[in-house]
């Protein structure tokens, strides 16, 4: 009977409980709903929206990692020309005080004229700080890259390989560097984003 | 007695939506109103638990924040009808989390702010309350001091009515035990 009175409060009420009740009621809550401060949006709402910041996150990521990709692609091309024409360059073939160790090349481009192959290579550069050339023209008969750097001796095709083993690991850092800058900035901007909204 | 397990049998999960599992759906949905009827529904609980854990001059703002961080998470509940227990999850995460961030801290005997008598004996009762196992404790803080009945207690905490009867009956047994060796209260 006793028991019922504290499981449910029904039956003969146990005095002992009863005072109990009556001494901690004072503890008990009483704090209306109307204190409560909550946010305007919902929690499903905020759900949405972070999973949407995240997603767009990731994809301005992606991009920047396939755009750096990219770049670093053409550039690497780019300097393999410059290095493989430098290479088949012996020094005192050139014109002047121009030194093929010292050329700074800036651009190659190739042209394909059947009537002059000797001067189908054109490298514009600097022969050195002290001396700046400009438009030098190189003769060589192969328009092919390939062709040219098969044409370098053993020793200078070694060079080149080492020099382009520094060179892919100087991209991959500055890549890694750049999706690091990338990846800290999407972070900072969904932690701002969590801070500025009413709910996190 | 003292040696047996407190029972935390828990309800297996509701097939149809409760009224409170409806109250749920629409406070997750962004509806106020529902969350504010929540709060009414299972305030108590929550002050019942946190109360057999932290000082009594500290539950009312972790209330509070127990509701403010469970609205919060609303969206990641997925069963509605479990909202009682993982409420109480959430609850019982806070108070672990205020006293491991107040240990650096000496707690000022209760009874110092207040002159009332009859709550400095309540607080001393609650504090009899608070050296009994936890299951019991919690159990015995909701029925006596918030005023729930037991199906009440079992339907909050998502606990099967027979664990909490059980728990009741033994958490009070021993709660005698201990006011019989106080005479004063």
Same mark, same amino acid.
């Given at each position: 009977?006793?028991?019922?009175?504290?499981?449910?409060?029904?039956?003969?009420?146990?005095?002992?409980?009863?005072?109990?009740?009556?001494?901690?009621?004072?503890?008990?809550?009483?704090?209306?709903?109307?204190?409560?401060?909550?946010?305007? !949006?919902?929690?499903?709402?905020?759900?949405?929206?972070?999973?949407?910041?995240?997603?767009?996150?990731?994809?301005?990521?992606?991009?920047?990692?396939?755009?750096?990709?990219?770049?670093?692609?053409?550039?690497?091309?780019?300097?393999?020309? &410059?290095?493989?024409?430098?290479?088949?360059?012996?020094?005192?073939?050139?014109?002047?005080?121009?030194?093929? &160790?010292?050329?700074?090349?800036?651009?190659?481009?190739?042209?394909?004229?059947?009537?002059?192959?000797?001067?189908?290579?054109?490298?514009?550069?600097?022969?050195?700080?002290?001396?700046?050339?400009?438009?030098?023209?190189?003769?060589?008969?192969?328009?092919?890259?390939?062709?040219?750097?098969?044409?370098?001796?053993?020793?200078?095709?070694? !060079?080149?390989?080492?020099?382009?083993?520094?060179?892919?690991?100087?991209?991959?850092?500055?890549?890694?560097?750049?999706?690091?800058?990338?990846?800290?900035?999407?972070?900072?901007?969904?932690?701002?984003?969590?801070?500025?909204?009413?709910?996190? | 007695?003292?040696?047996?397990?407190?029972?935390?049998?828990?309800?297996?999960?509701?097939?149809?939506?409760?009224?409170?599992?409806?109250?749920?759906?629409?406070?997750?949905?962004?509806?106020?109103?529902?969350?504010?009827?929540?709060?009414?529904?299972?305030?108590?609980?929550?002050?019942?638990?946190?109360?057999?854990?932290?000082?009594?001059?500290?539950?009312?703002?972790?209330?509070?924040?127990?509701?403010?961080?469970?609205?919060?998470?609303?969206?990641?509940?997925?069963?509605?009808?479990?909202?009682?227990?993982?409420?109480?999850?959430?609850?019982?995460?806070?108070?672990?989390?205020?006293?491991?961030?107040?240990?650096?801290?000496?707690?000022?005997?209760?009874?110092?702010?207040?002159?009332?008598?009859?709550?400095?004996?309540?607080?001393?009762?609650?504090?009899?309350?608070?050296?009994?196992?936890?299951?019991?404790?919690?159990?015995?803080?909701?029925?006596?001091?918030?005023?729930?009945?037991?199906?009440?207690?079992?339907?909050?905490?998502?606990?099967?009515?027979?664990?909490?009867?059980?728990?009741?009956?033994?958490?009070?047994?021993?709660?005698?035990?201990?006011?019989?060796?106080?005479?004063?209260?």
């Amino acid at each position: 009977m006793r028991d019922d009175y504290l499981w449910d409060k029904s039956g003969q009420p146990d005095p002992e409980i009863e005072r109990l009740e009556q001494l901690l009621g004072n503890l008990r809550y009483r704090r209306p709903a109307q204190d409560l401060p909550l946010p305007e !949006r919902s929690p499903v709402q905020t759900r949405r929206s972070t999973f949407t910041t995240f997603l767009a996150a990731a994809a301005a990521v992606l991009l920047m990692i396939t755009a750096a990709g990219f770049w670093l692609t053409l550039r690497s091309n780019q300097k393999e020309t &410059a290095r493989a024409l430098a290479a088949v360059v012996e020094p005192g073939s050139l014109p002047g005080a121009l030194n093929a &160790a010292s050329i700074s090349v800036i651009t190659v481009r190739t042209t394909r004229e059947p009537n002059r192959p000797e001067h189908n290579i054109i490298a514009t550069g600097a022969s050195s700080p002290e001396k700046p050339r400009r438009a030098t023209v190189i003769k060589h008969r192969e328009p092919s890259v390939a062709l040219l750097a098969k044409a370098a001796p053993q020793a200078l095709r070694e !060079r080149i390989s080492e020099d382009e083993g520094v060179a892919a690991r100087e991209q991959l850092i500055k890549a890694l560097h750049l999706t690091s800058a990338k990846l800290n900035q999407v972070q900072r901007k969904v932690l701002d984003n969590k801070g500025a909204g009413p709910v996190s | 007695m003292a040696g047996q397990a407190p029972a935390v049998k828990r309800m297996p999960a509701v097939v149809e939506a409760s009224p409170h599992a409806l109250l749920v759906e629409a406070a997750r949905s962004g509806d106020q109103q529902a969350f504010a009827r929540l709060y009414e529904l299972y305030g108590p609980m929550v002050h019942g638990i946190l109360l057999a854990r932290v000082p009594w001059s500290e539950v009312d703002d972790l209330v509070q924040d127990v509701f403010l961080l469970a609205f919060r998470r609303l969206g990641s509940l997925r069963d509605c009808a479990a909202f009682g227990a993982w409420l109480a999850m959430i609850t019982r995460n806070r108070a672990m989390d205020f006293h491991r961030r107040s240990r650096e801290t000496t707690e000022l005997p209760e009874d110092l702010a207040r002159v009332d008598s009859k709550q400095a004996e309540a607080s001393e009762v609650l504090a009899l309350i608070r050296t009994l196992p936890e299951a019991y404790r919690e159990t015995l803080v909701l029925r006596l001091l918030e005023g729930m009945t037991g199906p009440e207690i079992a339907e909050r905490t998502n606990l099967t009515p027979a664990s909490v009867r059980v728990n009741l009956h033994r958490g009070m047994k021993m709660l005698r035990q201990k006011l019989g060796g106080r005479e004063d209260i």
